[in-house]
């Protein structure tokens, strides 16, 4: 295995085109083997508020840039990107824990987020329109919204910054990030390349540390800042909009999913399989759109299960820089809190159908539990890790129902081979995303995001410039 990555380590934080370093530092450990990656600058409040004041700096000579000139710097970024995909995949993978393949495709589906709005920054246009007199004309001109603050969570580590940071800098924004703590060196290559690319001092900055909280209160606080996009938990998506509120921010919100994977019993359930596989098992489970509850017609559920289950015993489970099916989870913690809710539906009456044991590591073995209720923990909670959790339905009516019976509303899978079904189910479920015989939804050319306690906003497609843009009307005499 080459080490090309460690050219792109970085030990503190990105700031005014400049690298921080500090007293304070913490580790990046690989999750895998626990050994030490990297020692990283721990960033405080100060640093955030330097970033901020870079940020407002920057903002009046690169919001004035014109869409061609902010498409270029957009695309050279992208360039560097692609030309360095399997140093940043090797870098993700140590440092998150995900297989090396599936680092790959992060890579290659963050730079598809650049290529994107590279493309969209030429094309931003607003209207002119008839006035209600001969006496006057009008125009809607789309301006950027200012500088943008950002936190992004560690289980993409690459693509969640750069479908934010991209959609910003193309709209004409400047853009502080806070990435999380255990994955900062894959937003701190990020930065790097994006410093090559010759994206301009301030413009772009990212903040890397331990102290969340003290740092998103800047963020959620500054004046200077306009607007937070933020990707996480509900719970902590809810305190950063109250934050945000005194200051009268915008806010964009990609929080927490209970995605429902349902098949009804006319589905191709070869196709199914495939698609609970790859909603089911990619970063070991943790993706907000990760299929969480497992929807099975009465009919089909044993021949279902039995079928699953032969092709999860085929998974293996390792070290992400080996040939590896499934990764370690992101800390042991998150593989106790993923095994506290297996035990729970155990106990309340779920059964097994994985002989495999936790051997209290963070590496968390796939496991099918079947006769899940609506009294288990897993029902309502998103799992983040490699489980199964499966009930049945008898009736269309019924999957609906179970489907909708959740706060949350990002993504929904369903499989069906019947068209009028299809259209029925899918104007009936109340999701932000739907996979209709499709378990991999997500591409740079569509709307991402969810209704309900997902948040709203939406990243990526022609719409995500969006909440990155502010409308002006004005109304012009001719006299």
Aim: proline share 4%; aromatic share 8%.
């Amino acid at each position: 295995m080459t080490t090309e990555y460690l050219a792109l380590i970085r030990h503190g934080s990105y700031i005014n085109g400049q690298w921080h370093s500090s007293d304070s530092v913490f580790s990046v450990l690989d999750k895998a083997t626990n050994a030490q990656i990297s020692v990283v600058a721990n960033a405080q409040p100060a640093q955030m508020c330097a970033a901020i004041d870079a940020a407002n700096n920057a903002l009046p000579i690169w919001s004035t840039h014109s869409g061609a000139q902010r498409s270029q710097l957009l695309s050279n970024w992208h360039t560097l990107i692609t030309e360095h995909r399997e140093a940043l995949a090797q870098l993700l993978t140590r440092e998150q824990g995900k297989p090396l393949a599936e680092a790959r495709a992060e890579i290659d589906y963050g730079a598809g987020y650049i290529k994107w709005f590279a493309a969209e920054a030429e094309r931003i246009c607003g209207d002119v329109m008839e006035g209600v007199n001969a006496n006057q004309s009008m125009q809607v001109v789309k301006k950027p919204v200012g500088v943008v603050g950002a936190i992004t969570p560690w289980n993409f580590p690459n693509a969640m910054i750069t479908r934010k940071a991209a959609a910003a800098l193309a709209a004409g924004c400047t853009f502080v990030v806070k990435p999380a703590a255990d994955t900062p060196l894959s937003a701190l290559a990020l930065a790097a390349l994006a410093h090559q690319a010759g994206i301009p001092q301030g413009v772009l900055n990212v903040v890397v540390g331990t102290d969340a909280q003290s740092m998103g209160r800047e963020l959620t606080q500054s004046p200077k800042v306009a607007k937070l996009s933020f990707t996480g938990s509900t719970k902590v998506g809810q305190l950063l909009i109250k934050d945000c509120a005194a200051t009268v921010k915008r806010v964009s919100m990609e929080l927490g999913g209970n995605a429902p994977f349902i098949v009804f019993d006319d589905a191709d359930i070869e196709a199914a399989l495939e698609g609970a596989m790859q909603a089911k098992f990619r970063n070991a489970g943790q993706t907000c759109v990760c299929a969480n509850r497992f929807l099975v017609q009465a009919g089909i559920a044993d021949a279902f299960v039995a079928a699953l289950r032969d092709k999860v015993a085929t998974l293996s489970q390792g070290n992400g820089i080996d040939n590896v099916d499934l990764g370690p989870l992101i800390s042991q913690q998150a593989a106790a809190n993923v095994h506290a809710l297996v035990e729970d539906a155990v106990q309340k009456g779920a059964r097994r159908h994985t002989d495999t044991t936790w051997n209290n590591s963070a590496f968390y073995p796939p496991v099918i539990l079947s006769d899940i209720s609506t009294d288990m923990h897993i029902m309502h909670q998103e799992i983040f890790g490699p489980v199964v959790a499966l009930s049945t339905f008898d009736t269309e009516e019924q999957a609906i129902c179970m489907a909708n019976a959740t706060e949350y509303g990002l993504a929904a899978y369903f499989y069906t081979r019947n068209y009028a079904r299809m259209q029925r189910v899918a104007n009936a479920l109340q999701f932000g995303m739907l996979g209709m015989n499709q378990a991999v939804i997500s591409n740079p050319a569509a709307p991402f995001g969810g209704v309900k306690h997902s948040g709203y906003g939406r990243e990526g497609s022609k719409y995500g410039l969006d909440d990155y843009l502010s409308l002006q009307y004005r109304c012009i005499g001719t006299h």
